[in-house]
Structures are given as C-alpha cells and as structure tokens.
C-alpha cells in the first residue's frame, strides 16, 4: 500500500498541486542524504516531548485546568499551573506566560523594564539586538524607552569570525552593570546563532566578573531545538513569545517569561500592577491552546528544523549561499537563503505563499513597511496572523536579497512549501537548470 502510494498516486497529487516531476525527483535525491540528520531531529523531538509530557505530569494537570476565567482572573487554577508547567520545562524557580503579554517584543520589555531601575546600565555582549530591542532600549529614540527613565546602555560587537570579544565584555561590566541581554537566534543578521553551550559559557564568564549581574537570553525561535535551555547553563531568565516554537502553531497570541523567582515576581508587578503581581489576570479562553501548543511544541519545532534543513541543502546544492549551511547543526528553525536578485526572492516568496493552507490564491509584494529602509516582502498564509512557527517567509528588496525562511507546522507542509518555492523559481525563470 505504502509503496503504491509513493510511486503512484503521491507523484499524481504533487503534479495537481503544481510541482513538475523534475523538481519532486530532485527533493527526493536531496532527501536520501538527510535521513541520518533527521533521526537525530526525531530522537531530539522524542526527549523533548518527554521533558514536556513528565511537567505535566509532575504539575498534576487536570481537566479542570483548561477551563478558564474571567474578571480579575483570581485563583485561576489552568494559569497557575501552566506557569508551573512551564517552570518544570525550563528548570526555573518560577514563570509568567500569559495571554497578556502581547508579543515576543513585549515579553522582553517587560522583562528588561521590570527588572531595571534608573542609574542601571544593560549590556549586550552579542551585539546588535533585535530590531524592535532598539526602541525598547532607546539605540533608536523612542518614547517609554528604557533611555527615557534613565537606563543606559552598552553594546560589545561580535568579532569579525562571530566570536565573543571576552576582553571587550570584561571591559564593559562595572558596578553600574545590572542585566545582560543574550540574543539566542540571529534573527535578521547573518551571524551564527549560538547554542546553548555557547551562551552558558558566556554566561560563567560573565557572572566570574560580576556574580549579582541578571543574565536575560531572548530565546525567541530557540525552543526545544537543543535537548537543554540556556536556563539549564546558568541564564536567570529566559524570554519568548508563543506565536514560536512553544505555542506550538496552536497559541493565538501570548509571550512566556522564565527564570529566577525575584525576576519573575518583577516582571509581573510589572505586567499587572504592583500589590497584585500574578494574582490577577483572567485566562479567558486560550489555555487549552496554551497546554496542547506546548505539547505540540517540540515535535512541531522538528518538523521546522527538518523543513530548514532541507530549504539549506537544496538551494545549497543549487549555488546559492545559505546561511547556515546544510551540514552544521542547528541552534534555532530560522535559515537565510541569499538569491542576489530581488527576481529570486520574490519567486521564492511567491513560491511559500501558494503552498499555505490559508490565503494560497493570493500573490505576496513587496511593500513600504514602517520602520525598514527598504522595502519588503512577506509570504505567510497561516491560522494565527503574523505566527513564525507556521510556514513563512520574508526579505528585504536590496543586496544580498536574502530570504529568512522559517517554520512549518508539519514537516509535510514545510517540504511541500520548499518544492513549491524551487518550482516557482524554475517558472519565473530565476533558476534554468536542475
Ligand atoms: C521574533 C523575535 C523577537 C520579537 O518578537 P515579536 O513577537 O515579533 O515581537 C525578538 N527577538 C528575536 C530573536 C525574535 O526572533
């Protein structure tokens, strides 16, 4: 039956769906050399989605936790233990993951803003942060920026081979150093993006100069790709949103706060108000979203790394130059695709946006989006809007006409997105030969 189905009717249905027997034949052939790698994905979504399960065993999750509340949200037993839940997954003393947190960038203000007071200085020793970071701090004037109330701040550059500058670092920490941002993933630059053990040795080294500094890791798009999180390698607090990895596809909105008690009791007077800190907060109707997108998380976050991984090794294959490239193991689900046209990134958008299970019948364009210096492009056709665990993909139109690509709730989908890319590609006459 299986085999039927392969050599028959699955070349059948992909050639209905517009992928030409060509480029089919070419995923598979990309395909037969990742079968180790992606065991090692399937045997890492396996202890992962152990550590999940053994949380919500060990947290006594009850049917009566996914019923919500409403008002003040008092004595909302499903919040309650979901932030348990989440402690246990993380290993942290307490967490605060709500619907209330609009966003990745809100959970990182809020983390940064709570637990900074004026005359204290945050120090980046990974460089540049995340785009939207630059108002919250202030690198770009802002208002409510951490500038505006008289927090300061200092940025240590990568070296030039994306190594840590150490003696940089240890000249930038003095008495008035409070928290340390770590950007886990590179986000938008072309860096490497660290693993764990990499930011667990920063961290050491950082607390062997300073002991009391708060070390925060933004950990966005780095969920459950490691079999550890940096707050097993020393971080006090780790922040991401649930419209990524931990959300599982299936959150609708949210952002998750991890860490050291103190920290996180900061974060929530912060949230709410001081005097009520976690005791308030409805949860409406989102947590059984919130538990069964955790379950979800670490096998859909391996159906994105397989879907990166093999985006990398096909176009690699092709001659474009990839970032990472498709042999080295991987620390987030994020993978950049170089095209030097706009012509190519834009059929490869194109490509991404026809294979979505919502909005395939829609051609993606560039646009002026606020707050970029050129324009830009964006193929998403996903359930939760603006969700970057579903099948997505954006660039900005100047050189190199890079494309980030991430996501894909099943690997399925993410290998039929990534075929549909190449054979768009191949139409547009972007690529001649394969
Ligand atoms: C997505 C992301 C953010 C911000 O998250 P939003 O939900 O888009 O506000 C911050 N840092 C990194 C590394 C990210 O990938």
Redesign the pocket.
Known sequence: MYNELKEGSMHQLYESMGISDKVYQYGEKTLEKLKNRFAQIDQMAEFNQLKVVKAMQDCRVSEACLLGTTGYGYNDIGRDTLEEVYASVFHTESALVRPQIT??????ALALMSNLRPGDELLSPVGK??D??EEVIGIRESKGSLKEYGISYKQVDLLADGSFDWEGIKAAIHEKTKLVTI???K?YQTRPTFSVAQIGKLISFIKSIKPDVICMV?N??GEFTEAIEPTDVGADMCVG?L??NPGGGLAPIG?YIVGKKECVENAAYRLTSPGLGKEVGASLSVLPSFYQGLFLAPTVTAGALKGAIFAANLYENLGFKVVPDGSVDRHDI?QAIEFGTPEGLIAFCEGIQYAAPVDSFVTPEPWDMPGYDSQVIMAAGAFVS?S?IELSADGPLKPPYAVYFQGGLTWQHAKFGILKSLQRCIDRGVISDI
């Open positions: 966003c990745g960038t809100h959970a990182l942060p995340y939207t970071l950007q886990r993933s986000g933004d966005c798009y949103s419209i990524k952002g994020i603006g970057s």
